[in-house]
């Protein structure tokens, strides 16, 4: 898979999570923007790490993470 497909799909998850405004599950990701199940998780779990998602272990879903909060709330 080219870079450019896996940084759109990354986006388009946290387009996603976003404006949903809500936990996530993976599975919700994988049906609503049919993603691959492996790329799915991958891609989160990349996203996890770099702290833009996080997980909501109450509500079992991903949510917004700090560090895109900061980059949202960033003014130049």
Same mark, same amino acid.
């Given at each position: 898979?080219? !870079? =450019?497909?896996?940084? !759109?799909?990354?986006?388009?998850?946290?387009? %996603?999570?976003? !404006?949903?405004?809500?936990?996530?599950?993976?599975?919700?990701? +994988? &049906?609503?923007?049919?993603? /691959?199940? /492996?790329?799915?998780? &991958?891609?989160?779990?990349?996203?996890?790490?770099? *702290?833009?998602? +996080?997980?909501? /272990?109450?509500?079992?879903?991903?949510? +917004? *993470?700090?560090? $895109? =909060?900061?980059?949202? $709330?960033?003014? %130049?």
């Amino acid at each position: 898979m080219r !870079q =450019s497909g896996i940084l !759109q799909r990354a986006v388009g998850i946290l387009e %996603y999570v976003a !404006q949903r405004g809500a936990p996530v599950s993976v599975a919700e990701l +994988i &049906r609503s923007l049919e993603l /691959p199940k /492996p790329s799915a998780h &991958r891609i989160c779990g990349t996203l996890e790490e770099m *702290g833009v998602l +996080i997980a909501d /272990p109450v509500a079992r879903g991903l949510t +917004i *993470g700090p560090r $895109l =909060s900061r980059i949202a $709330l960033t003014h %130049y």
